[in-house]
T-cell receptor, first 112, second 113 residues
Framework: AQSVSQHNHHVILSEAASLELGCNYS??????LFWYVQYPGQHLQLLLK????DPLVKGIKGFEAEFIKSKFSFNLRKPSVQWSDTAEYFC??????????WGAGTKLIIKP | DTGVSQDPRHKITKRGQNVTFRCDPI?????LYWYRQTLGQGPEFLTY????????KSRLLSDRFSAERPKGSFSTLEIQRTEQGDSAMYLC???????????FGSGTQLSVL
């Protein structure tokens, strides 16, 4: 069965620190990859997505993610986090003919 | 507000009762999805509609769950004979098509006592 694994359930960083959140999936074929974010008290919203082409994808608010096919990974990065990045981050993967499969999420807390 | 709206925001019910939730998607979106999310987990797919047609239902979905989208606009999700294990956040999302980004509502938090 397909699955999505997010390595860290909780991450605490200080402002200006660099961020990398891990996401691995299990599916050997073509996939579409997504990161969604849920800010406190708000609904889920799309941060960025990868369908094809350049494996380094840039999203909103300075986030980027790199698709490494050989590692089945799609890690989210930001060079310098801000307090306003405190949120829960979800990785999601869609394989052909299947619905989105979601990771369990990573709660990110940024200390001011 | 022209986003996805869900009603009610919270629902507390006793085991065995039926509950119904409503989702109003973004008006031009033809796809509508229902997800369930429990604490510490990501959303779990339940079902989706393209216009008024229900095209897919999760195999994990009990037959106590039913969803409709009668005119291809709003949708309802009904849970019959609720059980404590049904307690969760029920999320609705809409999109313009497959592959397009999902726009989520704020969800309905169901508590079954």
């Amino acid at each position: 069965a397909q699955s999505v694994s997010q390595h860290n359930h909780h991450v605490i960083l200080s402002e200006a620190a660099s961020l990398e959140l891990g996401c691995n999936y299990s599916y050997g074929g073509t996939v579409n990859l997504f990161w969604y974010v849920q800010y406190p008290g708000q609904h889920l919203q799309l941060l960025l997505k990868y369908f094809s082409g350049d494996p380094l994808v840039k999203g909103i608010k300075g986030f980027e993610a790199e698709f490494i096919k050989s590692k089945f990974s799609f890690n989210l990065r930001k060079p310098s986090v801000q307090w306003s990045d405190t949120a829960e981050y979800f990785c999601a993967v869609r394989a052909q003919h299947y619905q989105l499969i979601w990771g369990a999420g990573t709660k990110l807390i940024i200390k001011p | 507000d022209t986003g996805v709206s869900q009603d009610p925001r919270h629902k507390i019910t006793k085991r065995g009762q039926n509950v119904t939730f409503r989702c109003d998607p973004i008006s031009e979106h033809n796809r509508l999805y229902w997800y369930r999310q429990t604490l510490g987990q990501g959303p779990e797919f339940l079902t989706y509609f393209q216009n008024e047609a229900q095209l897919e239902k999760s195999r994990l979905l009990s037959d106590r769950f039913s969803a409709e989208r009668p005119k291809g606009s709003f949708s309802t999700l009904e849970i019959q004979r609720t059980e404590q294990g049904d307690s969760a956040m029920y999320l609705c999302a809409s999109s313009l098509g497959r592959g397009e980004k999902l726009f989520f509502g704020s969800g309905t938090q169901l508590s079954v006592l």
